[in-house]
């Protein structure tokens, strides 16, 4: 494998369910992000992780909840969700968010979730 | 707060008719202006970065440039495959600088 891969590709889930979408990156670099993408919308950042520390999280509902285990693997565990959560989240990998070459991300291909 | 306008929304050419994207941007210092590819049903690709007003970076038929407002994406003679949304995003300066990103200039080229 190489680059930046997410599994599940799709998820389907209803409202009460917990599922986990999981991110992992080939590419040596030691910060990861989530990402969700609407349409007609700007992507928003959720999260933040350097180094597996958690250094940014913008304002998002605690039913998101991430884990970064080490630097290659990132997870997004889901529960309780609101179908105005269905989007495509997207993870990425950078070097050190500290310096310029942070903005050269690389991303997965996402995982398209729906909220029943 | 920092903020990235793309315009247009939506363009249309015909294979071989250059054009120009524009991505409108505020941000209090700027360290970095990023340009990224974006196919249906993948994520972004990233393409350039522009640190200051004046520089260029060029990739085939794509040409970035940045001013102190304003960057433009230039695509000269597009193909086909060159249809993509194309995302600009703008790193702050400070700490752990992360990507504010525009909506996005959705591109297609018509043969």
């Known amino acids: 494998e190489t680059g930046v891969t997410q599994t599940p590709r799709h998820l389907v889930m209803g409202m009460t369910n917990k599922k986990s979408l999981k991110c992992e990156q080939h590419?040596?670099?030691?910060?990861m992000y989530w990402y969700k993408q609407s349409a007609k919308k700007p992507l928003e950042l959720m999260f933040v992780?350097?180094?597996?520390?958690?250094?940014e999280n913008n304002s998002v509902p605690s039913r998101f909840s991430p884990e970064c285990p080490n630097s290659s693997h990132l997870f997004l565990h889901l529960h309780t969700l609101q179908p105005e959560d269905s989007a495509l989240y997207l993870c990425?990998?950078?070097?050190?968010?500290?310096?310029?070459?942070?903005?050269?991300?690389?991303f997965g291909p996402g995982t398209r979730l729906t909220v029943l | 707060e920092d903020q990235v306008t793309q315009s247009p929304e939506a363009l249309r050419l015909q294979e071989g008719e250059s054009s120009s994207l524009n991505c409108s941007y505020t941000v209090s210092g700027l360290r970095g202006l990023f340009w990224y590819r974006q196919d249906p049903g993948k994520g972004p690709e990233f393409l350039f970065t522009l640190y200051s007003a004046g520089e260029e970076k060029e990739k085939e038929r794509l040409k970035a440039t940045l001013t102190k407002k304003e960057s433009f994406l230039h695509i000269t003679a597009p193909k086909p495959e060159d249809s993509a949304t194309y995302l600009c995003?703008?790193?702050?300066?400070?700490?752990?600088?992360?990507?504010?990103f525009g909506k996005g200039t959705m591109l297609l080229v018509s043969p």
């Open positions: 992780y350097s180094l597996e520390e958690r250094v």
């Open positions: 590419l040596g670099h030691n910060a």
């Open positions: 990425a990998s950078s070097q050190d968010p500290r310096t310029n070459r942070a903005g050269e991300q690389f």
């Open positions: 995003a703008v790193q702050a300066p400070s700490g752990y600088s992360t990507l504010t």
